[in-house]
């Protein structure tokens, strides 16, 4: 966060007040929040908790110069790209730093909140977040517990986030890369209090690892992220990417079927369509051993997609190094098109499948 001291809330919805009650943290006492911002004119000079709405978005160059506004943070999750654009772009007419709230299901039970992080392209492109969750599945959520693997991963850690909003039993990350890890149980943690996440460092390689923690917590559904994905590196790699991709895969629909899991997920590619890679084959591979299995006792499902906005190693990220290097951005044709998705819709997606 900014140094600046004080801070106008943009939202005086449900997230707003989550957002005001974490700033009242003592972690945050450097930091004094002088008030909201809402489009809504019913709230307009309302007083909400010990603080007034102060006025519109339009009206924020104005507040912030009035009231010395050295930070403002945009809590309106529900909020489509165009809108948090338009918010973008008055917030840059003054000299306050900005940061969002992340987009949550819309009817998620939530009472905590995500910590503000700066403004990124998926914010300005989103679409509305739609909670495809019924209330009967959110309930059923309560009671399970579930195991994610590549859990610190871009996907990974991203269904973490939207599963601990119908508050699990618990949730098991399971990664290979300790630091991560580390850092997705301390946010998990921090602002999932109601949700044990307990981290789980082990290689999907290793079968006897894998099935010693399927049987100590015995998940009723495992998201199965864990995958190298990098095309290129898969090409000059493949042998790493069959012991990874597929032998690895192989030991956790194994293990599944062994102790009769629930649910199996797995994340698969627009790659797996008519491959033409390493990376691709290897994703149909497992695609073709799902379909093959036939189980009374664990229901399989597979969801595929392509581009992800701003995942690690996807195109967005390269593009935006370039461009703060100095150029050039460098394509692969200049005929060429890239549809994309964000995180949190990719997330969105696997969960309503696996429900």
Request: hydrophobic residues 40%; contains cysteine; positive net charge.
């Amino acid at each position: 966060m900014s140094q600046s001291s004080n801070v106008l809330i943009v939202g005086a919805g449900k997230a707003g007040l989550l957002l005001l009650a974490e700033l009242n943290q003592p972690k945050y006492k450097k930091y004094q929040v002088v008030g909201f911002i809402d489009d809504d004119p019913e709230k307009l000079s309302t007083k909400i908790e010990t603080l007034f709405v102060l006025g519109n978005t339009e009206q924020i160059p104005e507040i912030v110069e009035k009231f010395e506004i050295g930070l403002s943070i945009i809590a309106i999750p529900s909020a489509t790209g165009k809108t948090i654009t338009r918010i973008v772009d008055i917030i840059h007419q003054t000299s306050s730093s900005f940061m969002i709230v992340p987009p949550i299901f819309q009817n998620l039970k939530i009472d905590t909140i995500s910590a503000p992080r700066k403004v990124s392209v998926k914010d300005l492109i989103r679409a509305p977040i739609e909670n495809v969750l019924t209330e009967a599945s959110m309930k059923e959520i309560e009671n399970y517990t579930i195991l994610i693997t590549g859990a610190a991963g871009s996907i990974g850690s991203e269904i973490c986030i939207q599963l601990a909003g119908c508050f699990p039993k618990q949730i098991i990350g399971l990664d290979v890369a300790e630091t991560p890890l580390f850092e997705l149980a301390n946010q998990m943690n921090q602002n999932h209090k109601k949700t044990t996440f307990i981290p789980a460092l082990a290689n999907i390689r290793d079968k006897k690892r894998l099935s010693k923690i399927i049987r100590k917590y015995k998940p009723n559904i495992i998201y199965h992220c864990a995958a190298f994905k990098h095309v290129g590196m898969m090409e000059q790699f493949p042998h790493e990417c069959v012991k990874n991709n597929i032998q690895g895969s192989i030991n956790i629909i194994k293990i599944a079927l062994e102790e009769k899991i629930e649910r199996l997920v797995f994340v698969s590619t627009d790659k797996a369509v008519n491959p033409i890679n390493v990376m691709g084959i290897s994703k149909r591979i497992i695609e073709k051993y799902i379909l093959a299995q036939n189980s009374k006792n664990t229901k399989f499902m597979i969801v595929r997609f392509g581009n992800v906005l701003e995942s690690s190693g996807s195109a967005i990220p390269i593009f935006k190094k370039q461009i703060e290097n100095g150029g050039p951005v460098l394509l692969t044709d200049e005929r060429m098109e890239r549809f994309f998705m964000t995180i949190t819709e990719a997330a969105q997606l696997v969960v309503q499948a696996s429900i």
